[in-house]
T-cell receptor, first 111, second 113 residues
Framework: RKEVEQDPGPFNVPEGATVAFNCTYS??????FFWYRQDCRKEPKLLMS???SGNEDGRFTAQLNRASQYISLLIRDSKLSDSATYLC????????????FGKGTSLLVTP | GAVVSQHPSWVICKSGTSVKIECRSL??????MFWYRQFPKQSLMLMAT?????????EQGVEKDKFLINHASLTLSTLTVTSAHPEDSSFYIC?????????FGPGTRLTVT
């Protein structure tokens, strides 16, 4: 079983749509959770950290359910510039800053 | 924010040659850096943890004699792909952590012909 699993998509949505991505992780000892965005042939960039109480950053809302080891990302009012691959990322316990990455969910926002 | 650079950004080499990739933290010191590899349409996979002044820690399945890591200073880690083969062609990305966040270099695209 992979450490972090995501639906690879692709998700094709029109501008203005709301889209949700899901992710599950296998190591219950993980303590830090993130969503990263990766554009084609570029390095991943941190979109937002995910906190137990859920958190929002503008059009982006992240949720964490530790009991079911489930993480989600909701994007409201999608923009063309949101087109990218979204990576669910979980820390490697007892490793400092090492991270386990999901395979990513591809999003294409169309006019 | 913290900046991590990598050099070169891309490299093409012949099979059997060695390639060195540099990872630098430009405005902070990093006692630990990480090396990842990403094949097309795959996730980033942690290869090894680079520790300043000591040996790197390699993930299972990563050959330490093939992927030589040197972390001689607090701002520089190098990854040398020795005797590269076409199957080593990949996107290599380094990262360093500070203040609870991970910062990634821009990556190095290696193509072995």
């Amino acid at each position: 079983r992979k450490e972090v699993e995501q639906d690879p998509g692709p998700f094709n949505v029109p501008e203005g749509a709301t889209v949700a991505f899901n992710c599950t992780y296998s190591n219950s000892a993980s303590q830090s959770f993130f969503w990263y965005r990766q554009d084609c042939r570029k390095e991943p960039k941190l979109l937002m950290s995910v906190y137990s109480s859920g958190n929002e950053d503008g059009r982006f809302t992240a949720q964490l359910n530790r009991a079911s080891q489930y993480i989600s990302l909701l994007i409201r009012d999608s923009k063309l510039s949101d087109s990218a691959t979204y990576l669910c990322v979980v820390n490697v316990p007892n490793s400092g800053y090492a991270l386990n990455f999901g395979k990513g969910t591809s999003l294409l926002v169309t006019p | 924010g913290a900046v991590v650079s990598q050099h070169p950004s891309w490299v093409i080499c012949k099979s059997g040659t060695s390639v060195k990739i540099e990872c630098r933290s430009l405005d902070f010191q990093a006692t630990t850096m990480f090396w990842y590899r990403q094949f097309p349409k795959q996730s980033l996979m942690l290869m090894a943890t680079s520790n300043e002044g000591s040996k790197a820690t390699y993930e299972q399945g990563v050959e330490k004699d093939k992927f030589l890591i040197n972390h001689a200073s607090l701002t520089l880690s190098t990854l040398t792909v020795t005797s590269a083969h076409p199957e080593d062609s990949s996107f290599y990305i380094c990262s360093a952590g500070i203040y609870g966040e991970q910062y990634f270099g821009p990556g190095t695209r290696l193509t072995v012909t």
